[in-house]
């Protein structure tokens, strides 16, 4: 492992003694397995308490996520995978679930560290937003929005969280025990990562930008949890990232319930959406490099 990678060791030597591809493929169906299972859970919970025409306009509000309800939903049911992650970690490679956060006290302070450089930028970004005149639209009021501001950091620390302990955590340290080049460790579980964000329904012909987008995002919180050894990078940046394009300003229609403010266009304005994707794939860059400016590594 490379001089600027050594911090990671200290992940990756929690999952050496159970470094085993079978293993590894093991946990992956498992946590695939239980978020399926208790998200199935939830809606038939849902189903039993609900009459027939109330259950199918929640479960069709919670598709849209264009409600505040919806939406927590969404975030919080996506974060069932981090108790797929426990299983996979603690009873199949018998490696204890803090482990996969690295140091606790470092993964804090760098959280902290990298979540105050995000906001700065964010601040900047919305700030040049306004003053170049980009058209938004009005989403949730403001007094509604600070109201609900508690549960969606909680919501969406709950979701960025388990995505990054599945990824970063969990599916990059095992494999960096098992393959020292960082081109499989780094781009394998990115590319998973990327592949499911892939949703041409949704996105049409731009959805293949939307991976690529996601890739470069993978790549970027991976490269952060191996310089620093921790996971708390990786989630602040993840954090920043979605509490921007969810809490901010999101997407007319689809996933906009929390948003302050809307763009004038939603996901099948082709053509908007490709207009945006040259400025969304510097945003990354600039806060990949925003953080190792805040960590300096």
Known sequence: MSNKYAPFERMVTAARPSSGLGRLALGLVAIAFLQIVLVQAVFAIIHTVASGDTYFRLVSGIQRADTPGSLLAVLILTGCMGLGVIVASELVHQRPFRSLFGPLRPAVTQFWAVLRMMIGLTGVIMALMFLTGEPLLPGLSLGHWLMLLPLTIVALLIQTGAEE?????????????????????????STLFAMLHYQPEVYGSNASFLVVWSLLFGIAAADLTARTGTLGPAIALHFANNFTALALVSLYGDMSGLALWQLPFGPEAEAAIRAEM????????????????ALRV
């Open 165 to 189: 302990l599945v990824f970063r955590g969990y599916f990059q340290s095992q494999l960096a025990a098992r393959f020292a080049n960082p081109m499989v460790w780094m781009f394998v579980p």
């Open 278 to 293: 040259p400025a969304e794939f510097l945003f990354i860059v600039i806060y990949w490099l925003a953080a190792r400016l």
